[in-house]
């Protein structure tokens, strides 16, 4: 989804943060044990795990799940096999549906996928028939109150960001899938901790949400699937008015 719309998204999800923390602790084990797996456990050199680290620290995750989840990469405890898996789909009304998932069992994952889908009046769609109208790109999204615009351009940019975004009250950085790391850093350096920070699939056209009772069936969707514990992440292409979804 857009940034504007993805931040009221955020914003209202945010009094359901202490209640789904324990999904948050086991999406970013699964991803601090699959990066310590492909670059191992030293986060000096390894950007991908620096980035999970500061990640899980922001998030409060407790000093040994971090570290049982990294072991479990390296290989110095055992784990499961997780595999990394794309799906997409249709909400009603045609907005499409991205759904980032990281399983031990794909026939699980895709069968409560495609359950909440139908359930919503939704269908999963072909894999590659929604990637034409995404793009891979990294986002951060930062309340308006953490930093100044002017402060964040230099930081941002400096770091290798493409743009930073004023949406009034929060701003919005975009940087390729390469630089994100270093945007990340260079962010934590500086103190200031993005209300949402992820390598996102952000749509190259919105479909715009006007009715409420389809509003708010779209986001009940989202949540479903984003509730999942298979799901690392969901991704729209809605443009909702904020009076909708506050």
């Given at each position: 989804?857009?940034g504007?719309?993805k931040?009221a ?5 945010k ?6 923390r ?5 999406v970013?084990a699964?991803e601090?044990?699959?990066?310590a ?5 030293d986060?000096a050199?390894?950007?991908k795990?620096r980035t999970?680290l500061?990640?899980a620290?922001t998030?409060n995750m407790?000093a040994?799940n971090?570290?049982?989840a990294v ?5 110095e405890?055992p ?7 794309v799906?997409e789909g249709y ?6 549906i ?6 031990d069992?794909k026939?699980?994952?895709?069968g409560e996928i ?5 359930k ?6 072909t ?8 793009q ?16 964040l351009m ?5 770091a290798?960001?493409?743009?930073v975004?004023?949406?009034g009250?929060?701003f919005?950085?975009?940087c390729?899938?390469h ?8 962010l ?11 390598i ?10 006007t009715d409420a009772t389809?509003a708010?069936?779209?986001?009940r969707?989202i949540?479903?699937l984003d ?9 729209a292409?809605?443009?909702i008015a904020?009076n909708?979804?506050l």
């Open positions: 989804m857009s504007h719309s931040w998204t955020t914003r209202r999800h009094a359901a943060v202490d209640a789904k324990g999904k948050i602790f086991s970013l699964k601090l044990t699959l990066a797996r492909a670059g191992g456990g986060a050199s390894n950007a795990l999970l500061a990640k620290r998030a407790p040994d971090i570290e049982r072991k479990k990469g390296t290989g405890l784990g499961v096999s997780y595999e990394e898996i799906y909400a009603p009304g045609g907005v499409g991205i759904i980032e998932v990281t399983t069992n026939n699980r994952a895709v495609r359950a909440a889908f139908t919503a009046g939704g269908s999963l769609a894999p590659g028939a929604l990637a034409f109208n995404f891979r790109k990294g986002q951060f999204l930062i309340s308006a109150e953490s930093t100044t615009e002017d402060a230099e930081i941002a940019l400096e290798g960001a493409d743009d975004l004023n949406h009250d929060h919005e950085i975009l390729g899938v630089p994100y790391d270093a945007v990340a850093k260079a934590e350096d500086k103190g200031i901790k993005p209300d949402s920070s992820e996102a699939y952000l749509p190259n056209t919105t479909v715009t949400v389809a708010k069936g779209i986001l969707l949540e479903t509730s999942l514990d298979d799901v690392k992440a969901v991704h292409n809605h443009e904020d909708l979804v």
